[in-house]
């Protein structure tokens, strides 16, 4: 996969902002790939993302800090009052999976990372539990039990953030695991922390939804996957996705085909991610 | 389309149920057309509804009180505690559609009634607004304003109660009615009224449910068709549906795609109603 | 509605196409509302649709013949080997409808267009069948029946043709006409005739796809717009849709669910043709 | 999971089909879980599916034979002129899985058989490559490479044919299985080879579907799993399934969203088949 750089911007609407973007890139040889925009008329927002080929570029981007490409662009930020930032495709990020015992997601993640799906790095797989080690050593992927318990949340989360530090994590997957993390922990990984609920959001909020769902006798059941934020299940949702049930399904068969769902909206949900495609505006997500 | 007798049962889960009825129709000259049943774990009830051809059978199916077939049916119906009706696709039910302003799902219902997808009689369109008399006149429907207000509300549903009287309806469907009914009237027809709500219940109950949606920024928006109960938006789920949204749609686009999710999910319910398909158990349905 | 105007590009793919573009409207006072573009590897090919707001646009766009705004776009157009147009919201494009006895999409389309879902006017219907009048009374639509046997196959297009052009027609939507159009009649409209087939193309090409469906056993069923050309239902592909089906149905069952489906991809290609979102290149659509 | 039989029949469309099996059922203490049968109007067949349990029945379902079963069954099938087939949950068929180099369905159907989803035993894994060999391994399956040629097919056919009679297998899925078997051996084996075709047939029979998809502009691609029969992606269709896809998407893109497709769809027809769920008439398929 050849290299692409990914501009993301969210400033206040206003004219011009389209053709200034574009132009800064053409003006220093990048090949626009992809151009996405979104005007939110609500917030007043504008949104972009521009994919371009930097093998022309003329700003240095090999450069940690980007000094070079800062330093031309924020006359251009400034003005316009943007939030941006600037991806490369080169650059793999690091994502930590934290999982319980429930394993669907995880061997679909590691194995859509294995097949080369995922262009992200997986330096850790964290649980609570030991019964996933045997998958994680078989895709070779280092596996840490942070046992945690009513009394020692503190100490567990504490663990859990040194580990996402010494691993220089850029973002954690909750794939099914089954402790809910304290606000002081969600508040240090805004728009950092993903997670699988296995509901279609707002609907059947909080524990056992699969249960929820039978005793309502709806005709879809289906599973979201959104940030984590301080309120529960309330974060901003990024794929959400239904599958048909009927009277015969019990509990079980809920469950069963829930986890197909859980598996592929997740697994989206982390690609949009990882891909640079996911911009957030107040509690909802733009993808491009 | 050939007359055929539908035979709905429910009663407490026994063995020998599906062979009793079978045999009885069976013994008395009927041809099973379809057989479904299904056998409830939680509730530890039986439901079944078997379609046959009359044609040959030797029970009177055209006295009104079904005199005959009740005297021979029910030494069974005693013996397994059965809740039972039979009904006839040459009966066609009579069914009053209730609307206000919005007149998708009414043009809908008609056209469909129109083309023979609906087999029952409309006697009677009722409104709260004169709008809708043109496409009521096209379709040769007699339409009523029943005007109601905050302070007629009990003598409008009298008035409603009596029309529902006078033209003998079976059931009624809120195709869009956005009046809430008391729960005096609701009570009186129970598994006789239903609605379409414009959301993917339990998602989004009560009003200006697309607003909601926009708001939560969901990935999918949906509409439910149930029976009215006292609890609003909280009656048995006949049928559900989702369509897809993204960023670039806006509150006005939710509600255009949601137009058409209404219109198939309110078309099927009163389809699966008419055609006798749908059992109550507990809160919720079988449709078979 | 405001008015908005539409630039639609197709040129071969080169660096600073959106630079350029994006910096004609905006140096000429107008705001980007969306924009949108796509490079087709295989082609070459660099497709762009960008949607202003001209309050502010300094370039005379009253004008039938856009003369102003093309001198100045020349250039551009010129130097880039753009084919481009230049559409407005202000200008409702004219369709022609054709039917013949099956009423399900016209009758949808009169529908949606009386409800402002289409932002087209509808000069006429034209029907090998005098079936339909009233409903085309109803919307007040002109209905003319043109009869068309295998003998008069000539005389009966060219009196379509004729109505076309005094009636200005823009595009002509086939609502199930039944009458396969010469390849001379055809070819006179590029990518201004919409069809829907009903069947998931390319399966069952040709006549009575519900029947070869059937008889084939598929699970679903489906539905396809596509703009008309020579060869027979392989035309660009505008939309599809499909919907699950089983042994339980009939062929008279997939034709009724058949018929919404086909109701709903029609009016979503009609709806996007209308907006100007659809764009060609070789024989497939972008639906921006 | 407690065990059930299941009593399946195919006849004949008859008077008292339902009412006689039932009964026997039922008189020999059976107490009947699921019914459900399906009378095709075309062919005049009957199929029926009675799921019971056995725990009171009275006659002898532990003899391999079935012979006491036989003996006081067979008048009732041959009175009705029925093929007929009792199956027990408790007995777990045995499935041979034949992979080539893409792993993606091998992977799923694997952790699915392990993860419970799946009632039926592996006892081998046949490949044309060795590839697949550590993941055979991490779930502790045999693997067996037969290595095949254009001038060895009939040994590698005869190979695999003498794996299957040594092990015993109920049923063979081709879990994108790239050899084409030979009609010999297709004919050994009559609804018992399950294959999963990655397009929506009978679209893009043949190679390459993805890429026939691409080419051709579908704003859908599908999966579909059929068993395998002399004529190429023509056998009875068992399920199928779409997904969107848009000019955005590449042939690596078709070819990702098709991999979940395929997974999906190829488990689905797999568990139906262990359920003893499908029935065949004709070219076609019931699943009940």
Not at 74 to 91: C, E, G, T, V, Y
Not at 133 to 146: H, L, M, N, R
Request: proline share 4%.
């Amino acid at each position: 996969m050849k290299n692409s750089a990914i501009l993301l911007v969210s400033c206040p609407d206003a004219k011009g902002e389209v053709a200034t973007i574009a132009d800064f890139v053409y003006r220093h040889g990048g090949n626009i790939l992809h151009a996405d925009e979104h005007a939110d008329e609500e917030s007043g927002l504008f949104l972009m993302r521009v994919e371009f080929d930097p093998k022309d570029f003329d700003l240095d981007l090999t450069d940690k800090h980007l000094t070079d490409f800062s330093k031309h662009f924020s006359p251009i930020a400034d003005k316009f009052r943007m939030n941006w930032r600037l991806a490369q495709s080169s650059h793999r990020p690091r994502m930590i999976i934290l999982v319980s015992k429930y394993d669907h997601c995880l061997v679909d993640l590691l194995y859509r990372h294995q097949s080369g799906e995922l262009s992200c790095d997986i330096p850790l797989i964290i649980s609570n539990h030991p019964d996933n080690q045997p998958i994680a050593d078989f895709y070779k992927i280092p596996y840490v039990v942070v046992s945690t318990t009513r009394d020692n949340k503190r100490e567990s989360e504490a663990q859990i953030h040194s580990l996402i530090q010494v691993h220089q994590a850029d973002f954690l997957v909750l794939a099914r695991y089954m402790q809910v993390l304290s606000n002081d922990f969600v508040n240090r990984y805004p728009q950092r922390i993903i997670n699988i609920h296995h509901s279609f959001l707002p609907a059947f909020i909080g524990a056992r939804p699969y249960h929820q769902a039978f005793t309502r006798g709806v005709k879809l059941i289906g599973a979201t996957s959104h940030y984590v934020t301080e309120v529960l299940d309330d974060g901003p949702i990024i794929e959400q996705d239904v599958v048909r049930v009927s009277h015969r399904d019990t509990v079980e068969d809920l469950i069963r085909k829930g986890r197909d769902l859980e598996k592929v909206v997740l697994s989206r949900a982390v690609r949009w991610h990882v891909e640079n495609r996911v911009l957030l505006y107040g509690n909802k997500t733009v993808v491009f």
